[in-house]
């Protein structure tokens, strides 16, 4: 990525995917070029947690709601340090942000941390086309980065592909860390004291998620994604999870590795979205690249346990292969698929039935995003409970 903040109010900005589509707006955010996957997201809220999930590494979103922008940026909101999303593409972005705790325009924190962007587009038409086409390469260019259109769609296809792409180690944190369990008083509990005590393989971890188990008396013990099995062990886990992250999970197989010495130690285990393919993978299962992917904070999903429908918040382009009418055979014992997508049936979790472990494929920790399941996370506590009972 190449990137200036001059003049990015006015300066014309050429979006090309590479199958030769191309639509022409203004520049939005920093002025350069910029290459990645282009998505689509659903979500008519929470932009500034979309930005800034980890899970959106190397990957151009398109927003799908027409305006965006108009609550600004918070100190308070952010899903990690930065903004990983690799461009921006909006149609109507808001000229004046308003709401009590915007610090500055969504325009101003691109330009901060240059991030190229384009707004002014058809962004239906846009959809429309990687719902018929599929997610596929794009670039961004603006200001000087544009030129002819044959060179423009040169450097697009030149690009390399998410599939195959290995990036959970690019987006994790490189030196453990502690997130403190929290009191009924709402204060941090000392190190050491807490109810339970997890290890948190980082793959891409979302802020809201261990804060989340910390709620609930959990000490969560963050782990870089290249933990092995002697790490996760080190902290001496009441239970294990593995996080939401981006790239190929066929490529994860250190992770894979290490989520197989847990389950052969039977400790209670809970996964989300990559950590979801993860234990697909380490049960034997295949996963495969979905056509455009689920993004946004309006997926309907059925848990199958319980029967119910929840609305839930989604960031995955990649999916498990398993069966969805019968009970397989794995070498941890007996699993079953415990959600799946209304929308296409895809596979949205699973659970083994002969030990504690579980996963989803969606993102619980409801940042941003409905709360509907919430309640995952009084599960993971369950496991637990009963395993130390």
């Not at 461009?87 to 942000?97: C, E, S, T």
Request: proline share 6%; aromatic share 6%.
């Amino acid at each position: 990525m190449t990137t200036s903040t001059r003049g990015a109010a006015k300066a014309p900005a050429v979006l090309v995917l590479e199958d030769g589509r191309i639509f022409r707006g203004r520049a939005y955010g920093a002025v350069g070029e910029t290459f990645g996957e282009a998505v689509f997201s659903t979500g008519m809220t929470g932009y500034q947690e979309t930005l800034t999930d980890p899970s959106y590494h190397r990957q151009v979103v398109v927003m799908t709601a027409p305006h965006v922008g108009n609550t600004g940026v918070n100190d308070e909101d952010p899903e990690s340090s930065r903004i990983w999303v690799s461009g921006y593409v909006v149609r109507d972005p808001a000229r004046i942000p308003s709401n009590w705790r915007s610090r500055r325009s969504l325009d101003e924190e691109l330009v901060k941390q240059g991030v190229v962007g384009i707004s002014g587009i058809d962004t239906r038409a846009l959809t429309r086309h990687l719902r018929e086409r599929g997610a596929m390469r794009v670039g961004i260019f603006s200001g000087e980065a544009v030129a002819d259109d044959a060179a423009l769609l040169a450097k697009v296809q030149a690009q390399p592909q998410m599939k195959g792409a290995n990036l959970s180690a690019e987006v994790a944190t490189k030196e453990a860390y502690v997130v403190p369990a929290i009191g009924p008083d709402g204060e941090a509990v000392p190190i050491g004291t807490a109810r339970f005590t997890v290890a948190a393989v980082d793959l891409g971890i979302k802020g809201m998620t261990p804060h989340r188990m910390a709620e609930r008396g959990i000490e969560v013990h963050v782990l870089p994604a290249t933990a092995t099995v002697e790490d996760v062990y080190a902290v001496n886990p009441d239970g294990v999870f593995f996080s939401n992250g981006p790239g190929d999970p066929a490529t994860a197989d250190g992770p894979v590795a290490v989520m197989r010495g847990v389950l052969e130690r039977k400790t209670p285990l809970f996964g989300i979205c990559f950590g979801n393919q993860i234990l697909g993978r380490a049960l034997g299962f295949g996963t495969y690249k979905l056509k455009y992917g689920h993004r946004g904070i309006n997926q309907p999903v059925q848990d199958r346990t319980t029967g119910k429908v929840e609305v839930t918040a989604h960031n995955h382009g990649f999916a498990v292969d398993a069966p969805l009418d019968k009970v397989s055979e794995t070498p941890f014992g007996r699993a079953e698929v415990s959600h799946v997508c209304l929308n296409d049936n895809v596979v949205e979790g699973l659970q083994l039935l002969d030990q504690p472990a579980f996963s989803v494929q969606y993102h619980p920790e409801a940042a941003a995003g409905p709360h509907d399941a919430a309640y995952l996370f009084d599960r993971f506590v369950s496991l637990m409970e009963a395993e130390r009972a």
